[in-house]
């Protein structure tokens, strides 16, 4: 886990009492500020296309006249993105002991990453490039509802269930591509629009009291966030505007949080 999320529960630990907190209750409001990392599973940044380049010149002018065949390959978020940090702030509302409420804001942020997209095979070579491709950085702000279950009684340990639905609005992405054999470079082009998605999850972890009106929760789940918007004005001259309309992420989240009760 990141440096932050282990401050949030210094934090918590440092403001608790001795004795055991009593966790949700009907009527009773909760906070929440959690960090951790989000892992891409599945999900294509991009998909596939082949495409006609009937000369080179405009790429590269020692390759007037020269033709050639992008042949891009599907990409996953997990082969271009790392884990993701992920923070956030959580309210509660108690509908009994067991159950409960929620609203949720959440920042997800993965460095950019550099992969191999697919090849640019030159007939007059009789040869396939390499073409690689760079993509900014992720950055997603989402906001959820959720419902949260608890199982065993109040006053120790007490695993739980959630799930959580809402929306997602995730920065705009530049790609550049470049194909180092030709000396060829399209830089930070154009990809996918600002969008707002439909994204929800689901989620299983444990609260622990740790004080009169704080707790520790450790949770893990799932999570889904839609297809995002091609931007098509540099890549699709390339032939190449199919391929950026995908971008739907699943991914584990797993986290830390720090809860006060009141």
Known sequence: MKSAAFIVLAAGLSASAGAQASGVEAGKWSFSA???VDMPTSGDVHSGATAPIPDLGPLNPALSGVSAELRIQSRSHDRIYDLADTYGLEMGYGLSDRAE???QVRYSHASPGRVQVGGAFVPALDTELPVYGR????KSYSAEFGYRHFF???GSARPFVAARIGASRTDAINASFDIPDASISIPDARFTKKTWSASGGLDVGVIVPVGKTFSFIAQAGVRYVDKL????????PLGLGSINDKGQRVSVPMSVAARWDF
Do not use: R
């Open 101 to 103: 409420l929620f609203g």
């Open 135 to 138: 993509f900014s950085a992720y």
């Open 152 to 154: 065993m009684e109040p």
């Open 34 to 36: 959690f960090g951790g």
């Open 229 to 236: 918007d091609g931007n098509d004005a540099d890549i699709g």
